[in-house]
């Protein structure tokens, strides 16, 4: 609950594009964006993710840097469950 | 040191450890408390105490949300899992938490339709699915995840969904600082702030800890080195008789926050005129309760909720941990009748609980020392 997952958004859906499909590691699911209203991100921008909502834009580095923190921490693998839950009901 | 040495720059590491031992007053203790547990986690898992010198103790602080949820909640939260047609929905942290007759997992094993969810979005998904039946969403978190259920509850309002709603067990980190400074049997020095917290509510609310409280606090990320480095900054404002707030975590927490996530929390939050903390007590003001306009999808206007009240086992002394007055192997449970894999506390479910952390890389390398001196605790 958390982890704040990097990911990179590949699409943008929704009918108010709220929406997006987000690549974490090649896992690809739906996050929301509506947390990011002032500033949306674009395609191709990284966002730190939290119980499924884009909360903040950040760098390409830093997205790097926080997914090997992950897995320093051990919580790779729980962050890579949690995305693949992610529209899993 | 042991994690330290997969960093990718291990230099830079010895630097600054080097850097704190300059700038550590070998004749003054230092007391910083790391505020969130991912920090708890991090500073376990890396072996950070071990680079430290002795006279800089880092004690563990109350942001781990699922630790200070106390167990009367969790057994409110599941007695309406019994009503008719309701499907329970939490996030996997919750599931092993003992309530007073236990876990949602073992509620789930009685027959209780219990579902982990991964996101509030996705138990409003599951009301979307299921419209025969009410979907209880069992929400808690700090400001890191409560965005996301005010957001949640936004949707489910305009698209007029009725067979959803939050029970709601959000918490605010700030009364729970001001609550710990305020503690008699609490001597802190300095904090290093939080960081995903951060990212929502900005580096202004921290003001008044250095401004009124003196006490200098740095907002730090989650790597060996942010930690170190936030440490050194704590160790310079010492040094120069400074107290202000600084970000080390520049790069993820913008100064004023994230402002759409504050207005959402706005719009359907209003903050409880208290609120029980497991081991900090009633706090004024430290929770979030949802507003009147929400209110058809506030568990707790559509049901009868009990409000029990349940008092923590005994022997288990997580109130004492939680402050940061005991060390969690200073508990009578720790590592006997309290583990992991048994958790009798809720600090020994999460990871981010100081029992776990210090269980999972302290207690587990060291070698069983059988006690002489103390009878087991009963449970």
Redesign the interface.
Known sequence: ??L?IPGRIAEITGDDAHLALVDVSGVRRHV?L?????DPPQVGDWV?I????A??K??EQ?AA?QM??LA????HD?AME??R????? | MR?VD???DPEIIARTCDEIRRLADPGRHYRFMEVC??HT??IY??GLKDVLPSNVELIHGPGC?VCVLPMGRIDDGLTLAKEPNVIFAA???MMRVPGAHGSPLEHKARGLDV?????????L??AR?NPDKHVLFFA??FE??A??TA?TLM?AKAEGIRNFSVFCNHVTIIPAIRAILSSPDMRLDAFIGPG?VS??IGCRPYEWIARDERKPIVVSG???LDILQSIVMLLRQLRDGTAIVENQYK??V?WEG????LR?MAEVFQLRPFFEWRGLGFISQSALAIRAPYSAWDAETVFRVAGVRVTDPKAAQCGEVLKGVLKPVQCKLFGRECTPERPVGALMVS??GSCAAYYNYEHRKATPVPSTNREPAPV
């Open positions: 609950m958390c704040a929301d509506g947390l990011l209203h002032d730190l939290h119980v499924g909502f909360m903040s950040i760098s830093e840097e090997r923190t320093l921490l051990g919580e729980a949690e995305v839950g992610y529209d899993g009901v | 994690f997969e960093f990718r547990g991912g986690h991090a898992r890396f949300p996030f996997g942290d579902r982990i969810v991964y996101s509030p979005t996705d138990a998904k599951l699915r808690i978190g890191t995840t965005p996301s957001l949707r995903h990212t929502v989650f790597e060996p790069r993820v913008p994230n402002k759409g996530a959402a990871s981010e």
